[in-house]
């Protein structure tokens, strides 16, 4: 089914949904799922396999394995990277093995790029961990003089830290907390506790020293949030911002999802400008000279239909961007986890027809093209949320209350989108005897009834036993009409659904392949679409699986010539030339074992008389390595 393309009068309607529901406007503060939880870690989740290794005018110049925050396999464990001077920083992650283990972020000593060394381990407080934005800033106001390093908070547990934190890494052998865990409190589902923040990055003017960064639990509302470093050790949040101060932005991609991911602040011209890559709504630009009252500008829109494979409407998925060292272009990377794009229906009853839906690129995928035999299909049953907590306050988990396939006679279990992993749900699922699940979007998901038909599949968040189940995402409101129920969105999650075991309709879905996530060069003037590239495996059916995840992820520009670096998951380190006529690869590097870089970084060390850009990369299995563009 089309998506419709339209701008949004929001203010209003959201905030009348928001004291209906008697919440925040997102009570899903994550982009796959988990409430308090943050659930990036699943968002980055790869299928198995990698390309075969291969490199062009790149060339590795060092690496360090990082030591590990515990002694057991680490995949997933690096997030991000930051850099500044002599030293680089990488986001750890709790492990895939131990979904809440230490996070933090390691300190390697880059001096030498032949032989970077691990300087020290600094562990975040229990049940918080990093992701991404994670940034080195220089300060120099008058309560602070040094170098400030500006980490988000994300948590696996209701104890953990949300908001930023604030550490002096003037010295790196002694780094010390300035602040720990500071943001939005209000509103809040655990008082005193700051909102989970994705991503955060950091800036001077003038006198002054601030942070921006996304609020996971109020996602497409005012989930824009500016804070005032000046005095590091005492940050103050002076402006919420975010879709309903833009009027006039449009929501056009493939699920019409919504919410801040990533931000950039750069000065342009003698004007601080603010990038944000809002997902759905593209790529927004925003005036920040006075930070406390930024000025929105203008947001891009993806061409339809796509150039690359000719689908409409477009992916979306706006998730990371970089300025050019002049400021003329905005590369832009949309991230996609699913190959696939999906036709659900609904086959029987009232209500049948076609509605919008998507595939867990991680899950054992609906036949390619629709083919007859194995496709998704079968009369559905309600599970509730499928989380192994207890959410509905009767000291039974929600696991142990899904009604089994046996019980119900469906061969498709329906589970709510919310506080825990989508693979948390799929298992449930499976250990309840079915083969095919169908998670249905959430009440804040759904912007409370503002985007109805809005799905959103994320990653593998757990480490589950997948191959056996299908499974899909559909909008919450077709999850509605499944069991010939009038749609709503207020009160907790799966709430305002029929009894569990309920049986619903039939329903049928299929699959055609529509690439991997793909990189844009935007006029920066206009957010016009200049061009769009991707790794040509991203682009061929033969790798939908078994290669390993082929999504852009990150894109860091170089400091004076207009190449960017890309870091691309398993499709590895990527370098790309963008002009009027469009981007151009240049060089590239795979391992022969495979990798997986999530942050990209372009770094200069400060002696070096003959400015080398290193391209530092974070490999989310292993640590940082360290490379080199050869290339003209």
């Known amino acids: ?80 990277v930051a850099s500044h001077r002599n030293h680089a920083y990488l986001a750890a992650r709790r492990l895939n093995t131990n979904p809440c283990g230490t996070g933090g972020f390691y300190t390697v000593d880059i001096s030498n790029p032949a032989s970077p060394t691990e300087v020290s ?47 002096d890494v003037t010295d790196p052998t002694a780094i010390t907390a300035l602040a720990v865990g500071f943001g939005d409190l209000v509103p809040s589902s655990a008082p005193g506790r700051a909102h989970s923040y994705h991503s955060a990055f950091g800036w001077q003017d003038n006198k002054r020293a601030f942070v921006i960064a996304s609020d996971n639990e109020e996602q497409g509302s005012f989930d824009v949030e500016i804070i005032e470093i000046t005095d590091p050790t005492n940050p103050v949040l002076i402006r919420e911002t975010g879709l309903p101060d833009w009027p006039t932005a449009t929501v056009f991609g493939n699920g019409n999802t919504v919410f801040n991911h990533d931000m950039v602040v750069k000065k342009i011209g003698g004007h601080m400008y603010g990038l944000l ?43 990371q961007g970089e300025w050019s060292h002049n400021g003329q ?56 949320t499928g989380c192994v907590e207890d959410l509905n306050g009767n000291s039974i988990s929600d696991r142990l209350e899904v009604p089994t396939k046996a019980a119900t006679g469906a061969d498709v279990i329906v589970f709510t989108r919310g506080t825990c992993f989508f693979s948390i749900k799929v298992e449930s699922g499976q250990l309840a005897g079915y083969d095919k699940v169908i998670v249905m979007q ?101 790798f939908a699986t078994g290669f390993g995840n082929l999504s852009a992820h990150e894109v860091a520009m170089d400091k004076a010539n207009d190449i960017a670096y890309l870091s691309y998951y398993s499709a590895g380190i990527r370098v790309v030339k963008f002009g009027p006529t469009g981007i151009q690869e240049v060089g590239h590097y795979v391992d022969a074992g495979g990798n997986d870089f999530w942050g990209v970084q372009a770094h200069r060390l400060p002696a070096d008389a003959t400015e080398t850009t290193y391209i530092l990369g974070s490999d989310r299995s292993s640590g940082l390595w360290i490379f080199r563009y050869t290339g003209g």
């Open 1 to 80: 089914m089309k998506k419709r393309r339209f701008a949004i009068p929001f203010v209003v309607a959201l905030v009348a949904a928001m004291v209906a529901s008697g919440g925040t406007a997102a009570a899903d503060p994550d982009h796959d799922d988990g409430v308090g939880d943050g659930g990036q870690q699943g968002q980055h989740g790869a299928p198995g396999g990698h390309l075969a290794g291969s490199s062009s005018n790149v060339t590795l110049v060092g690496r360090v394995d990082v030591s590990g925050a515990v002694g057991v396999d680490r995949p997933g464990h690096i997030a991000d």
């Open 442 to 542: 959430s009440h804040a998901g759904s912007r409370f009834g503002l985007l109805p038909d809005s799905f959103f599949c994320g990653g593998q968040g757990s480490p589950i036993a997948v191959g056996t189940t299908s499974a899909i995402c559909i909008g919450h409101e077709s999850g509605h009409l499944l069991f010939n129920d009038t749609p709503t969105y207020t009160g907790p999650d799966g709430g305002d659904m029929p009894a569990l075991g309920t049986v619903g309709a039939s329903v049928h879905a299929t699959a055609a392949f529509d690439g991997w996530g793909a990189v844009h060069l935007l006029n920066a003037d206009t957010l016009t679409q200049v061009d769009e590239y991707a790794v040509a495996e991203s682009l061929d059916s033969d």
């Open 121 to 167: 381990f600094t562990a975040f407080p229990a049940g918080t961990y990093p992701g991404e934005g994670m940034h080195v800033i220089e300060v120099n106001t008058p309560a602070f003089k040094g170098d400030v390093l500006v980490t988000n908070n994300e948590q696996c547990l209701a104890s953990g830290k949300g908001g930023i934190s604030l550490y």
């Open 277 to 319: 890559s809002y997902w759905d709504v593209g790529w927004v630009t925003i005036n920040l000279d006075d930070p406390a009252n930024p000025v929105f500008i203008g947001d891009s829109n993806h061409p339809s239909p796509e150039p690359l494979l000719g689908f409409a409407p477009p992916e979306g998925n706006a998730h």
């Open 329 to 384: 272009y905005i590369l832009g990377t949309d991230e996609d986890f699913s190959p696939t794009r999906t036709q659900f229906t609904i086959t029987s009853g009232p209500n049948a027809g076609g509605y919008g839906g998507g595939t867990f690129g991680w899950s054992d995928l609906v036949p390619l093209g629709g083919a007859p035999v194995g496709t998704f299909q079968g009369s559905t049953a309600w599970g509730g």
